[in-house]
């Protein structure tokens, strides 16, 4: 008689982890906050050149001058956090400078104040961006962590489709009241701390706090050579992409009505919402420098596009082009810069990673702007092609091709 033999048991699929409720949190902090932010930004630079006068270089300097602001902040916000260990205060503050900046552009009467209130948003930007990447990174397990970046992105990214859809409606119910339009977007700034103090939580492990602030040289050096190639394609990147603003003001330049200007980032920020999260799930599965590339790729082709466009729909193309770039990239970066630093240093990477692109956006912003009043907005997006075709090199891992 025979032995009878048991059918082997089939082999289970270990099931992946859930995303953190922290990385819920901090994503509808940050579409309360984009929702906001992003009701005034969508107009703001059409209300700055045709109410207050000022020229497209003012404006390019000035968005360049706000974004490296809060590139210098992280630096500091994102070494702090490490040396502590602790990183929800920062968020916290961060949040808090964002949403009380918003009272002053319904109350300015001169270009002055709104500068002013800008530099004061991105400050609250600088110190909460780092801070909060190393909360997500430390709170997700690694096998997941392309989708927890691409899920807190992707519900950033509908606060700001959310955002310039309620800018059309109160400016096309208000016959252009830009006040009123400032004044209620200062609502969901203070939703997004309520629900940030009361619903997260700080997420304990990990690596020890460190014992001084990494800023020296030795520490810089840590960040490896990975790392710094990695920083060094994203500021080239960010040169060629340049300000969000002359994205408003070539689509106002095509013809597009004052009330409608806003569809420019309903479009944008639809795409890149819907991107985002597929994107970081796939970044899981594959090589992600593979996906950073397509995504240059992908902006060339909007930059052509603005630069060749005579009329509204062709510069809307390219407008949704810009999008799809967002959400091929920005995610894929973050989770790149986890990927090539040690844990302790993540926040002092993510700062470093900031002030490097919002150097690059200064540049960006002066020049495009001298570039769009002396030549014209298709020379601007000419150059921008230019940039974004040499960034496509840095795709790929140092000397590897």
Same mark, same amino acid.
């Given at each position: 008689?025979?032995?009878?033999?048991? $059918?082997?048991?089939?082999? #289970?699929?270990?099931?992946?982890?859930?995303?953190?409720?922290?990385?819920?949190?901090?994503?509808?902090?940050? %579409?309360?906050?984009?929702?906001?932010?992003?009701?005034?930004?969508?107009?703001?630079?059409?209300?700055?050149?045709?109410?207050?006068?000022?020229?497209?270089?003012?404006?390019?300097?000035?968005?360049?001058?706000?974004?490296?602001?809060?590139?210098?902040?992280?630096?500091?916000?994102?070494?702090?956090?490490?040396?502590?260990? #602790?990183?929800?205060?920062?968020?916290?503050?961060?949040?808090?400078?964002?949403?009380?900046?918003?009272?002053?552009?319904?109350?300015?009467?001169?270009?002055?104040?709104?500068?002013?209130?800008?530099?004061?948003?991105?400050?609250?930007?600088?110190?909460?961006?780092?801070?909060?990447?190393?909360?997500?990174?430390?709170?997700?397990?690694?096998?997941?962590?392309?989708?927890?970046?691409?899920?807190?992105?992707?519900?950033?990214?509908?606060?700001?489709?959310?955002? $310039?859809?309620?800018?059309?409606?109160?400016?096309?119910?208000?016959?252009?009241?830009?006040? /009123?339009?400032?004044?209620?977007?200062?609502?969901?700034?203070? /939703?997004?701390?309520?629900?940030?103090?009361?619903?997260?939580?700080?997420?304990?492990?990990?690596?020890?706090? %460190?014992?001084?602030?990494?800023?020296?040289?030795?520490?810089?050096?840590?960040?490896?050579?990975?790392?710094?190639?990695?920083?060094?394609?994203?500021?080239? /990147?960010?040169?060629?992409?340049?300000?969000?603003?002359?994205?408003?003001?070539?689509?106002?330049?095509?013809?597009?009505?004052?009330?409608?200007?806003?569809?420019?980032?309903?479009?944008?920020?639809?795409?890149?919402?819907?991107?985002?999260?597929?994107?970081?799930? /796939?970044?899981? #599965?594959?090589? #992600?420098?593979?996906?950073?590339?397509?995504?240059?790729?992908?902006?060339?082709?909007?930059?052509?596009?603005?630069?060749?466009?005579?009329?509204?729909?062709?510069?809307?193309?390219?407008?949704?082009?810009?999008? @799809?770039?967002?959400?091929?990239?920005?995610?894929?970066?973050?989770?790149?810069?986890?990927?090539?630093?040690?844990?302790?240093?993540?926040?002092?990477?993510?700062?470093?990673?900031?002030? @490097?692109?919002?150097?690059?956006?200064?540049?960006?912003?002066?020049?495009?702007? %001298?570039?769009?009043?002396?030549?014209?907005?298709?020379?601007?997006?000419?150059?921008?092609?230019?940039?974004?075709v040499l960034s496509l090199g840095t795709a790929?891992?140092?000397?590897?091709a």
């Amino acid at each position: 008689m025979s032995a009878s033999t048991e $059918p082997a048991s089939p082999t #289970r699929a270990i099931p992946s982890p859930r995303i953190p409720l922290l990385v819920w949190v901090l994503g509808w902090v940050s %579409l309360l906050t984009d929702i906001s932010s992003e009701m005034i930004l969508a107009v703001l630079p059409v209300y700055l050149g045709t109410v207050m006068g000022v020229s497209a270089a003012t404006i390019g300097l000035i968005e360049g001058l706000a974004e490296a602001t809060a590139a210098v902040v992280r630096v500091f916000s994102g070494a702090i956090g490490d040396r502590l260990g #602790r990183y929800k205060a920062l968020v916290v503050l961060g949040y808090g400078l964002s949403a009380v900046s918003k009272i002053v552009f319904p109350l300015a009467g001169t270009p002055l104040p709104v500068f002013a209130a800008r530099i004061v948003d991105r400050v609250g930007k600088g110190l909460r961006t780092s801070p909060r990447d190393a909360m997500i990174a430390r709170a997700t397990p690694p096998e997941i962590r392309g989708q927890a970046f691409g899920l807190r992105q992707s519900l950033d990214t509908l606060g700001a489709v959310i955002g $310039p859809l309620l800018a059309i409606l109160i400016l096309g119910l208000s016959h252009n009241d830009f006040q /009123l339009l400032f004044w209620i977007a200062f609502v969901p700034g203070v /939703l997004a701390i309520i629900v940030l103090v009361r619903a997260a939580e700080e997420p304990m492990g990990g690596a020890q706090p %460190l014992s001084r602030v990494p800023l020296t040289r030795a520490d810089l050096a840590a960040l490896g050579r990975a790392f710094w190639w990695i920083a060094f394609g994203a500021a080239l /990147l960010t040169f060629g992409r340049g300000a969000k603003a002359f994205l408003v003001l070539r689509t106002e330049n095509l013809g597009t009505p004052i009330w409608l200007v806003p569809i420019a980032f309903v479009v944008m920020n639809s795409v890149y919402a819907a991107a985002a999260y597929p994107v970081g799930w /796939l970044s899981d #599965r594959m090589d #992600r420098r593979r996906i950073l590339a397509l995504g240059i790729v992908v902006l060339i082709a909007s930059d052509l596009l603005l630069a060749l466009a005579e009329g509204p729909w062709v510069g809307l193309a390219g407008v949704l082009f810009w999008g @799809l770039h967002f959400g091929l990239t920005q995610g894929v970066l973050a989770t790149l810069v986890v990927d090539s630093v040690p844990e302790p240093l993540r926040g002092t990477a993510f700062g470093v990673f900031s002030l @490097l692109s919002g150097l690059a956006l200064v540049a960006s912003g002066a020049l495009g702007g %001298l570039v769009w009043d002396i030549w014209g907005p298709s020379t601007l997006f000419w150059l921008a092609t230019a940039a974004a075709v040499l960034s496509l090199g840095t795709a790929w891992k140092p000397g590897t091709a």
